[in-house]
């Protein structure tokens, strides 16, 4: 069964930076990409960013430039760093593995983990 566990979110003021990380199981994480996701309150879930095995990476437009995903194959974790935060980065953060359809990223089994909340204040 997957397992994903998130962590690293916090309260942080506008501007400032967050280092978030998701462990996952190693049956997942050795053959796919991996995502972050985010859930705003009354919001869809959405995915801000991907990793592939390789080391490609791709963003949402509203967090690129400002946030970087990487991830550790030794270490089963992939992370996201954020920087120059703002209020609307407001979430509940999750991470899953993803494969891409197109140019659309699906997830690979539809369980997720609690999710790191993240809050950023004005």
């Known amino acids: 069964q997957v397992q994903l566990v998130e962590s690293g979110g916090g309260l942080v003021q506008a501007g400032g930076s967050l280092r978030l990380s998701c462990a996952a199981s190693?049956?997942?994480?050795?053959?796919?990409?991996m995502g972050w996701y985010r859930q705003a309150p009354g919001k869809q879930r959405e995915l801000v960013a991907v990793?592939?095995?390789?080391?490609?990476?791709n963003y949402a437009d509203s967090v690129k430039g400002r946030f970087t995903i990487s991830r550790d194959n030794g270490k089963n974790t992939v992370y996201l760093q954020m920087n120059s935060l703002k209020p609307e980065d407001t979430a509940v953060y999750y991470c899953?593995?993803?494969?891409?359809?197109?140019?659309?990223?699906?997830?690979?089994?539809?369980?997720w983990g609690l999710g790191t909340q993240v809050t950023v204040s004005s």
């Open positions: 990793i592939t095995n390789g080391g490609s990476t």
């Open positions: 190693g049956s997942i994480f050795s053959i796919n990409a």
């Open positions: 899953n593995a993803v494969y891409p359809y197109g140019s659309i990223w699906y997830v690979v089994d539809d369980a």
